[in-house]
């Protein structure tokens, strides 16, 4: 079974390629995220903010693609994205949950 996962891809207000993502990422649906990454060229601001769930399937999605993406993290996602060292790759910004 697929866990739910909705990817919403648009353009941030600099134009950047953005990619908001929601619901939870694990192992039944990372092939979807990876898709989704791999077809939108360049760099890309990844929105996590709407992320319940994130595991280490989803994590070494990201580190595949930690040297073109910033992510835009919940304050669930932050501690996670520092101790497993893709802060250390990528750039994470705080997101605000609320602001939705």
């Given at each position: ?7 919403t ?11 908001t ?5 694990d ?6 995220l990876?898709?989704?990454?791999d ?8 929105d996590?903010t ?14 595949a ?17 520092t ?11 705080d997101?605000?949950p609320?602001?939705?």
């Amino acid at each position: 079974m697929t866990t739910p996962l909705t990817l919403t891809p648009g353009h941030g207000p600099d134009g950047a390629a953005l990619l908001t993502v929601a619901g939870e990422i694990d192992m039944s649906n990372t092939d979807t995220l990876a898709a989704a990454l791999d077809r939108t060229p360049g760099p890309v601001v990844l929105d996590l903010t709407l992320v319940e769930y994130l595991d280490s399937a989803g994590l070494s999605v990201l580190f595949a693609h930690a040297d073109r993406i910033t992510l835009i993290a919940n304050p669930l996602l932050s501690p996670v994205l520092t101790i497993s060292g893709l802060a250390d790759l990528a750039t994470v910004r705080d997101g605000d949950p609320d602001a939705r």
